[in-house]
């Protein structure tokens, strides 16, 4: 047993233990995430060196990228890159202004969502591409097609989670409103809304990435002249072989930027997730 | 005069068991329960179960496991529904009354998206007060708790002890009648527990709001009641009723005092025979 100091009076443990350095991440931590691109050129690169796979269905990875600079520097590929962009956004929208309005208010009677929850389950279930002959039957073959079957995927998701999250809300932050008098009203708009608004951002990431797919698929497979979707058929079809791989590398970057785009939106916005 | 009433014709018939007559508690008495009855999962929590809950006191509840205590009092806050019974405040219903309410899990009892500040001030805003009355009484609030900390942080910023402060200060920020506290200290540390305790029994002291506490803490429960509510097993209904008169304040003293120690070991000495009954 220590002898106990009986002179000084007791203080918190003190931040010594901050006062020691804090541990060191080295540089190469840092260079981690790099690693398995950078692998997955040199042996792209290899495999095309050494005859592996002909180099007329693989390019080489530097002529590759080059060819996806300079076409999203001015060249073609931007310009099908932005209608891709602005379907996608389209799609989004509509479902993002549509569909959260109506998962929370949905979430928030709970009746009304056990009677629209087998619709809502078996067709987000539905792989929206099935969809799209239907969709051609009621747009045609037209550029509001491919965004209405996008939406129409991405709506569902938003819906969806939502719905979920408003559902899911911590039953004491209601029960806290409820006993400082809040009305109804007052726990959906000041509670239930924020509540919701964490799973309302997976929502809505999910629901971009689906419209990307939905937009990619629609712009290969409708009667289309434009997209990167076409774009990535259409390279293929007369084995433009550089072109294809830069297309398919765009829709990419696209789908990985949109990703990352949503995760900083969330976290600036529902800053207290997961605190 | 029973002739009389056997003569009328056609008088009325009373197929059911007439209501009790409204009991009123003895003068002093600010919450009145009456024959209230809760069944969970078809067995009775509590059946018939009448109380008085005294004015400008602190009680404390205490019993047995599973008795349903913080059950008790979310029902007198209507976080509960009731299967029947009656409970009134002064004679009004909860409706017509102010009350305060301090949750265990403060993490789940704060809003995240507001800031702290915010937070304390949204009764205030729920009652549709101006911005200059919501400041001064922010102010006095403020003023009152000694707060160190900054209130313009999100609550998720702050230790435990300050959210927990932060939520009694929200729940008495109102002037509530009836303040209730529903384990407040068993999340926090020690030394929170030190500094909250006497920061309730200090506003007491200024404001007499009757307090309904519920502890697991027999030390605890003593320290800061008025009266100890002792509770059976279930189907729960009253032990004893202890009164305890030690001056206030309260102080580190008065937890080795004979009053005190005495209380204390009676409190047990129920507790421990209702346990085993």
């Known amino acids: ?275 | 005069m029973r002739a009389t009433v056997e003569n009328v014709i056609n008088g009325p018939v009373y197929a059911d068991v007439p209501k009790p007559a409204f009991v009123p508690g003895p003068a002093g008495t600010h919450i009145t329960i009456r024959g209230l009855t809760k069944y969970f999962a078809g067995w009775p929590l509590y059946e018939n179960f009448d109380l008085d809950i005294p004015k400008q006191k602190i009680v404390s509840v205490f019993g047995p496991n599973g008795c349903g205590k913080s059950t008790l009092i979310n029902m007198i806050a209507g976080l509960i529904p009731i299967d029947s019974g009656e409970i009134l405040f002064d004679g009004k219903s909860l409706e017509d009354t102010k009350i305060g309410y301090v949750f265990q899990n403060y993490r789940e009892a704060m809003f995240p998206w507001m800031r702290t500040i915010d937070n304390i001030a949204y009764p205030l805003k729920l009652e549709g007060r101006s911005k200059a009355e919501v400041d001064r009484r922010m102010e006095e609030l403020v003023a009152s708790f000694d707060v160190k900390f900054d209130l313009k942080r999100y609550p998720y910023e702050l230790s435990g002890g300050q959210q927990q402060t932060a939520s009694i200060m929200r729940a008495l920020a109102p002037n509530p009648e009836v303040l209730f506290l529903d384990e407040p200290f068993s999340a926090l540390d020690f030394e929170m527990t030190l500094f909250i305790r006497e920061k309730l029994q200090e506003v007491f002291m200024k404001t007499g709001t009757t307090m309904l506490l519920v502890s697991h803490d027999l030390e605890e429960a003593v320290y800061l009641a008025d009266q100890v509510l002792l509770l059976t097993k279930r189907p729960t209904r009253v032990a004893e009723i202890l009164d305890y008169r030690d001056q206030r304040p309260r102080t580190l003293e008065t937890l080795s005092s004979a009053s005190f120690v005495a209380m204390k070991k009676l409190s047990l000495e129920i507790f421990q025979r209702e346990v085993r009954r």
């Open chain 1, 1 to 275: 047993m220590s002898t106990p100091s009986s002179a000084a009076p007791w203080s918190p443990p003190a931040a010594n233990a901050a006062a020691s350095a804090p541990p060191r991440e080295s540089h190469w931590v840092k260079a981690l995430p790099f690693i398995g691109p950078v692998v997955l050129f040199i042996v792209w690169d290899l495999v095309v060196r050494f005859g592996l796979i002909k180099a007329i269905l693989l390019p080489m990875p530097g002529a590759t990228l080059q060819t996806l600079l300079s076409g999203l520097a001015g060249g073609a590929l931007l310009g099908d890159f932005a209608v891709t962009v602005w379907r996608t956004l389209q799609a989004f929208l509509i479902a993002a202004v549509v569909g959260v309005p109506l998962g929370v208010l949905l979430g928030s009677n709970e009746r009304a969502y056990r009677s629209v929850e087998f619709l809502i389950d078996f067709f987000r279930s539905t792989p929206s591409s099935a969809l799209i002959p239907l969709f051609l039957m009621i747009f045609g073959v037209s550029d509001v097609n491919k965004v209405a079957i996008a939406a129409f995927g991405a709506l569902l998701i938003v819906v969806f989670n939502s719905a979920y999250g408003v559902m899911n809300a911590r039953k004491q932050r209601v029960m806290a409103a409820k006993v400082m008098g809040a009305s109804r009203w007052q726990i959906f708009r000041d509670v239930l809304v924020w509540e919701s608004l964490q799973p309302t951002f997976v929502g809505l990431r999910s629901a971009v990435s689906m419209a990307l797919v939905i937009v990619i698929v629609a712009e290969m497979f409708i009667g289309s002249d434009s997209g990167l979707g076409h774009r990535i058929i259409n390279s293929q079809q007369v084995m433009n072989v550089k072109d294809m791989y830069a297309s398919i590398i765009a829709a990419g970057a696209l789908g990985y930027a949109l990703n990352i785009l949503f995760l900083v939106a969330e976290r600036r916005i529902v800053h207290w997730s997961g605190r």
